[in-house]
């Protein structure tokens, strides 16, 4: 903060990041001091991963600087990273569960205890106890990881990336991406104590979406949006809903969002659900789901509403309560079972679940649907062209012929194509699932279009969205879910929009 | 957007290899034995085609929807075995015996493989191995030669409709029956999206499995009716009559440019594939190529196939 501050242990200084046609990192310039812990904060999109995945040498910088210990650097892959200090704890569990816990904290690093290519296992698992008696944990370095429970692995990951104290990395700085998300609240106490005693040895950089945890561990916090860091924050100075605010930015653009389109909805019931209950994800879920009606689901990771999306698209079917599609009860088992309900999914992995990317344009618009297509069993090609053409007309899906591979089409126009699969289909209810995820500016615009318009001609549309901006512009009416419940409902009339201020308090 | 084009054409390049090849063969071959373009030897090509044909072409549909069948040669001989042993008694009953049993067969592989969720190169090689031994069981461990008697059910094999070989016929329905099932009926379309791209299709609302299980019926059904072409061309039934076609069977699908990993191809490639193996296999013979050592050929074509079709830089892990 001041001229007496230490040197950093890491500093990057305008870093740059491009891939083809995203600008992923702006400018960056970020330190970190020794003994610190450096929070990193951001909606999804804003570089955060991009970040890490450069200070885990996943990826190479385009421009800048990065220096360890006042030293220019670059990270060319993880075990070069590892080699100059760098550790990692991340979110996805890296331990092989099928091993045990000595073997992972030494996996690749298991030549100090081989002596003519035959392991020494006593050496490595003192050696391994030693680790875990760093991080005070009491695990049994012979266990399989499989056997731990979250919280235990985590401090395995832990007592992994400590043991580059051992390789002469000097001062660690150990990059903590999502640490908590599969802790329990009591866990998550542990692990950030062990942290806290940990900032002897190391620097980290905590990166977390539950804004609580990174004001109560961070020292200092670095606020990122669209690839850019926007503000610099001591945690002491800071509270969460000021955090939320740096984090969304933009001011709510009523033009935007179509809002002089969204129209009054209908009477008309086209979801139902009564106590909807799933273990683990969700409980006491309902609402009441409209023809033309947008219904946006906000909450934080771990709230529950992606767990009910894949629900209500037939993944993940509900434990207890009721759900009713168009007055019919259902529980949807599979895709297959959500569609025939008349519910069409337009998955945030477009290219994966979206599409199928070497079929071509007309076959995917009609791949839902081809029941209607059929004459004596035989697929009537002509009138599928004619349907393909007229749907593309229609979308204004920018593709050279309907022949073409969808994999060669821009991220809007693939999500366009999705888009006519399931009005095609004659699709009652969409399941909008981070729709706008990876277009940009333009392609949302004409996504936010498209959306007003079939909610005018009476579709329902249920929506999880990246950024509480876009869910509420968007929605009629907005659910606001916080650890697997509904914790608010608004309404989102246009020119009444809810405040974004309003619904972060009720989603932390 | 130069990129673009060049893949494009890579792709068309991609696409039409497998005819130049074919064309380039036959040329080849011809100028070395003016004798292969003669019609008759033409005729006598396109005869000893028809079984590996049948054989490729219901291993296509497998194939197409990213799975493998490893049984089709067992089921093959197997077939031969059953209508050895039964025609005497059922007459063309047994060719629908041996043909039902292939499409059980097939219906257990799919059910293992997708209600067990068993790889299908494993629930397929087992199978092959049931088959296997079912054929030397039931035929005592030799070959079944037919009674003369027993040959005039075979006509339809052997004989000639309008001046063309039976078995050429066959094969035109064969080839004409799974074109129109891959081309245009929603079962070839939900197999290409699938082995496109499964987790698609699968949120789309295709019934995954059911598509998966038919298609190893179709496999089975078309093994078992090439054994039964088979066992009529040579007039004998044996465990082993099929033993070397199951290399060949699935490098003709590759070569014809069917993508090893599904998704792309059609059963004109396998046409095209199942006439490449026989001309390089006719082609050895004229220079004198140990017939035994074919297999050491088409392993290689096979492998150089997959190398050639597939982009691996779009596939960083293989398994």
């Known amino acids: 903060m001041n001229a007496s501050s230490p ?147 985590q401090m395995v ?233 007229s749907w593309v007309e229609r979308l204004k899906v920018r593709t050279p012929s309907i022949n073409t591979l969808c994999l060669n089409l821009s991220g809007g126009n693939q999500q366009k194509v999705v888009l006519a699969k399931w009005l095609n289909a004659k699709a009652k209810v969409l399941v909008l699932d981070h729709p706008t995820r990876g277009l940009d500016v333009g392609a949302k615009e004409e996504v936010y279009d498209l959306v007003r318009a079939v909610t005018t001609e009476g579709l329902a549309v249920i929506l999880t969205s990246d950024t509480l901006e876009e869910t509420i512009g968007l929605s009629h009416t907005v659910l606001v879910m916080r650890d697997g419940e509904i914790t608010h409902r608004a309404s989102a009339n246009p020119g009444a929009k809810p405040r974004q201020v309003d619904l972060i308090g009720h989603m932390v | 957007m130069s990129t673009f084009v060049d893949r494009l054409g890579i792709d068309r390049l991609r696409q039409w290899l497998p005819l130049t090849t074919l064309v380039i063969l036959v040329i080849l071959v011809g100028a070395l034995q003016p004798v292969f373009l003669q019609p008759a030897t033409l005729l006598q090509l396109a005869s000893d085609t028809a079984v590996l044909f049948i054989l490729a072409t219901g291993v296509t549909f497998v194939i197409m929807l990213g799975g493998i069948d490893l049984s089709i040669q067992s089921m093959a001989s197997l077939a031969s075995v059953v209508v050895a042993l039964t025609v005497a008694r059922f007459g063309y009953g047994a060719f629908a015996l041996a043909i039902g049993l292939g499409l059980l067969a097939g219906l257990l592989s799919g059910i293992a493989h997708v209600r067990l969720k068993i790889p299908s190169f494993i629930a397929t090689l087992a199978m092959g191995g049931v088959l296997y031994s079912s054929a030397l069981v039931i035929s005592g461990e030799r070959s079944i030669m037919l009674a003369d008697a027993e040959r005039s059910y075979q006509s339809w094999i052997t004989g000639t409709v309008f001046g063309a070989p039976g078995v050429i016929i066959i094969g035109l329905v064969v080839l004409i029956v799974a074109h129109v099932l891959q081309a245009h009926t929603r079962f070839g379309r939900y197999s290409a999206a699938i082995g496109a791209g499964e987790p698609a299709a699968y949120a789309s609302g295709v019934k995954v499995g059911r598509q998966k299980i038919f298609a190893f019926v179709l496999s089975g059904g078309f093994a078992a009716l090439a054994g039964v072409v088979l066992a009529g061309r040579l007039a004998s039934g044996s465990p082993t009559l099929a033993a070397e076609l199951l290399l060949p069977s699935i490098a003709a699908v590759v070569v014809g440019g069917t993508a090893i990993t599904g998704g792309v191809g059609s059963i004109w490639r396998t046409l095209v594939g199942a006439l490449i193996i026989s001309v390089v296999r006719i082609g050895m013979t004229f220079l004198g190529v140990n017939i035994f050592a074919q297999n050491i050929v088409f392993g290689v074509v096979l492998i150089v196939a997959v190398a050639i079709t597939i982009d691996r830089s779009k596939i960083p892990i293989v398994k």
């Open chain 1, 7 to 153: 040197e950093p242990v890491l500093s990057l200084i305008n870093v740059d990041k491009r891939f083809p046609g995203v600008h992923a990192l702006k400018q960056v310039s970020i330190d970190l001091r020794p003994g610190e812990v450096v929070g990193l904060i951001g909606e999804n999109g804003a570089g955060k991963s991009t970040l890490m995945k450069i200070l885990s040498g996943v990826y190479q910088h385009d421009a800048g600087e990065i220096r360890v210990g006042g030293r220019p650097t670059r990270f060319l892959d993880a075990a070069d990273a590892n080699s100059q200090g760098i550790g990692m704890v991340f979110q996805e569990q890296s331990l092989l569960t099928n091993l045990s816990v000595g073997e992972n904290i030494y996996l690749g690093n298991e030549k100090q205890f081989t002596r003519f290519g035959i392991m020494n296992w006593r050496t490595l698992y003192d050696a391994a106890a030693r680790q875990l008696a760093k991080v005070k944990v009491d695990v049994d370095p012979r266990a399989r990881a499989e056997d731990l429970d979250f919280a235990s692995r």
């Open chain 1, 157 to 389: 990951e832990l007592a992994k990336a400590l043991t580059l104290e051992e390789r002469g990395a000097g001062h660690l700085i150990i990059l903590l991406d999502e640490p908590t998300s599969v802790l329990e609240r009591a866990e998550i106490e542990i692990l950030f104590a062990r942290v806290r005693a940990l900032k002897s040895r190391a620097s980290f950089i905590f990166v977390s979406h539950r804004l609580d945890e990174v004001l109560e561990l961070s020292d200092r916090i670095y606020v990122m949006k669209d690839g850019a860091v926007v503000a610099e924050r001591n945690a002491a100075e800071a509270d969460v809903t000021e955090l939320h605010q740096l984090m969304v930015g933009r001011s709510l653009q009523a033009e935007y969002y179509r809002e002089p389109l969204q129209k009054t909805y209908r009477a008309e019931i086209a979801v139902e659900a009564h106590n909807l209950s799933l273990a683990g994800a969700y409980r006491d879920i309902s609402f009441q789901l409209h023809r033309g009606e947008i219904l946006g689901i906000a909450g934080v990771i771990g709230s529950g509403r992606e767990e009910l999306t894949r629900t209500l698209a037939g993944f993940a079917p509900h434990g207890s309560g009721r759900l009713a599609v168009d007055g019919r009860e259902v529980t949807l088992r599979s895709p297959a079972e959500a569609v025939d309900s008349g519910i069409g999914y337009i998955p945030r992995e477009r290219r994966v679940e979206g599409l199928v990317l070497f079929l071509p344009v007309a076959a995917n618009i009609t791949l839902a649907d081809l029941e209607s297509l059929s004459r004596h069993g035989l697929i009537d090609a002509r009138e599928e062209r004619r349907l393909a053409i």
